[in-house]
């Protein structure tokens, strides 16, 4: 069986764990977002790329969610030492050195692609990760504060500010001559179903499927989500924000709606949100709270099964 999946950070990477423990057998592709990729000290940051690929790899600082574990921070103490900026971005030791590799082979010429081929040839996640695209697509927030109405990169937003001045709009810079990386739209036609794990619908899947040919490439196929909202909150994060910005209500009905029934034919929600409900959309109630890695493996089996069952 060829599964492919789109997956932003933290939501993503833990479902797939449970993807790929539930269908071991099973090939998957995942299609990562890298909208909230950012250039730091020179080097190139691909922090969702990162975290799928740290959490399959048995090297994710799991309390954290993002970054290694067992991380010290002494290049950044230097760093501030030398007054450098940004200090509201905080890179351990040894995820610098991904980031050394990456801006390396990326000076020397290799797309974002196969680089994330090269690093991941020592993580051994146990899935093929691709970048949505090789060409840089950078997701930009217009917000208005003291210093008047301007646009700052997504990760000033998320974390300096943690989302606290409102988000007009999102921008992904870049989108509109963006391809799909080498490998992305071949997957998909070959996949026997696709599953949306539940990443931010806005920042993540938004912005996957902003990348011109990606979205309708997946119509066509059996696709099944895992709503990232329960009870109406995010169970993580800041997506009501983001959601917010874009004029849809956090609820597990608006970001379904939002989607599009020509996206989703199954759509898997919590046990408090049944009643949602569209027409052309099977909806299913279960509980979808990842709080360990069986449970991510349940719901992701859940969502599997639901898959196989509308194809
Ligand atoms: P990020 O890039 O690190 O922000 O991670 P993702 O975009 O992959 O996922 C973030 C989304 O995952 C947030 O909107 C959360 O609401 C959602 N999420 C996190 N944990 C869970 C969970 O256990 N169950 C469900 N249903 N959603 C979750
Ligand atoms: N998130 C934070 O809230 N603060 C940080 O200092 C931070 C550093 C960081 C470094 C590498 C990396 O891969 C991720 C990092 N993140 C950090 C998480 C990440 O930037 C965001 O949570 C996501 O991009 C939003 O999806
Ligand atoms: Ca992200
Ligand atoms: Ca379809």
Redesign the pocket.
Known sequence: MHIVSL??????A?FLRGLRATEPDATITVIGNTGDDITLFGLRVCP?LD?VMYTLGNGIDEEQ??GRAKESHVVKEELAAYGMEPQWFGLGDRDFATHIVRSQMLAAGYPLSQITEALCARWQPGVRLLPMSDDRCETHVVIEDEHGKRAIHFQEWWVRLRASVPAQSFALVGADTAKPAPGVLEAVEEADVVIL????PVV?IGTILQIPGIRDALTPKTVVG?????GGA????M?DACLTAIGVETTAQAVLELYGPDLIDGWLVAEEDEGVALDGVRVVARP???HDAEAAADIARTALDLALELT
């Open positions: 997956a932003g950070g933290i939501g993503g833990r969702d975290t969610g993002w794990p539940p990443s931010n993540s895992v709503s990232p909202i329960i995010p169970v993580r994060g997506a979808i709270l990842m």
